[in-house]
């Protein structure tokens, strides 16, 4: 079953009232009985742990909703022209994620309630580049599922860029509970994707998020309501077997999905940075993703900070098997890029 996240206790930034989905969210969370202390900033939260990992934890499990004072959007290759920011964090434990870089020590899951300022951000760029289509990723430092019950912002940026010919939206999500946006008007402006891995790799790594089923049957869901749609497979982990996982991974999704529908996909192979293998050794230390420096080429990214990444011949490898993969189970499939 799809999993549902309640949060411990929110910290409610008072900003926020002034807005009416901060209000409408400080009803909803009221009626759930949810915990909820009211704050200045919340970028200024302090949590009481006796631990890295406990702080970490308690983090992802509790909720900030606030008012995003930087409209300024970050770039977001190769997936979008645009980060899109709607929410920051989520409540998953995946032991590899990429946020372990940006978001620190204590990744409080966020809500932003200005919603109107930043799709207005979002017009003046599309504006700026029309008659080019320009895009938008809703899912650069989030995965904004688990709060859309609660929020309902997924659902309007859907609205907003249906109306938007020159705009388009798209966002990424390891939990299936999207049924809410399955009946709204989205004209084909808005792709839905998932991220999807091996069992072994979900089951070891991914602690906290949907199976494997779960978002397949999803995915399955929002085909049917006309969405695009889109994967990820990533990280794609090289482990013992491997191959015959990850076959088994496009098996799957083959034997679920409507054959005559256009699929994205993207390849994204394990990477780290050092930043990152600090916090997991503190976060998750008997954590058995690999992680030696010397098994790795190392490569400097787009955001000013360098990364772990596997070498050229495996890099090879695995381009070589999911070429040939795709092709042969997955051809209505377009690979977008193998990164």
Same mark, same amino acid.
């Given at each position: 079953m799809p999993r549902h996240f309640i949060p411990k206790k929110v910290f409610f930034e008072s900003e926020a009232l002034d807005y009416p989905l901060g209000r409408q969210l400080h009803r909803k969370l009221t009626d759930m009985g949810v915990p909820i202390e009211l704050i200045t900033s919340h970028n200024r939260i302090t949590i009481k742990a006796t631990?890295?990992?406990?702080? &970490?934890?308690?983090?992802?499990s509790y909720l900030a909703v606030g008012v995003r004072?930087? %409209?300024k959007f970050a770039g977001c290759k190769p997936s979008a022209h645009y980060q899109l920011p709607l929410v920051t964090s989520c409540p998953g434990l995946c032991e590899y994620c990429y946020l372990q870089t940006t978001l620190g020590p204590q990744p409080i899951n966020r809500v932003y309630v200005n919603l109107e300022e930043i799709l207005a951000t979002a017009k003046q760029h599309i504006e700026e580049r029309k008659p080019k289509i320009t895009k938008f990723e809703g899912s650069a430092t989030s995965d904004p599922v688990p709060v859309e019950y609660l929020s309902g912002s997924l659902a309007h940026t859907i609205s907003f860029f249906a109306q938007e010919p &020159?705009?388009?939206f798209r966002f990424v999500t390891k939990f299936a509970d999207i049924?809410? %946006?399955?009946?709204?008007?989205?004209?084909g402006h808005t792709e839905i994707r998932f991220s999807l891995n091996t069992d072994p790799v979900i089951n070891q790594y991914e602690k906290g998020?949907?199976?494997?089923e779960d978002r397949l049957?999803?995915?399955?869901k929002v085909a049917a309501a006309g969405y695009p749609i889109g994967f990820l497979i990533a990280p794609i982990i090289i482990y013992d077997k491997w191959q015959a996982d990850y076959h088994h991974l496009i098996i799957k999704m083959a034997q679920t999905l409507p054959q005559n529908i256009h699929l994205s996909i993207e390849l994204i192979t394990h990477r780290f940075t050092t930043r990152?293998?600090?916090?997991?050794?503190?976060?998750f230390p008997n954590s058995t993703l690999p992680l030696d420096e010397k098994e790795r080429k190392y490569k400097y990214g787009q955001f000013g900070y360098g990364k772990y990444i596997y070498p050229d011949e495996l890099m090879a490898q695995v381009n070589e098997f999911f070429t040939?993969?795709?092709?042969?189970?997955?051809?209505?499939?377009?690979?977008?890029?193998l990164v």
């Open positions: 631990s890295p990992k406990e702080k &970490y934890i308690l983090a992802k004072r930087t %409209l &020159y705009g388009r049924d809410s %946006l399955l009946t709204i008007e989205h004209n998020t949907d199976s494997l049957q999803a995915a399955a990152a293998k600090h916090n997991i050794a503190k976060v040939q993969e795709l092709a042969t189970y997955l051809p209505q499939a377009e690979v977008i890029y």
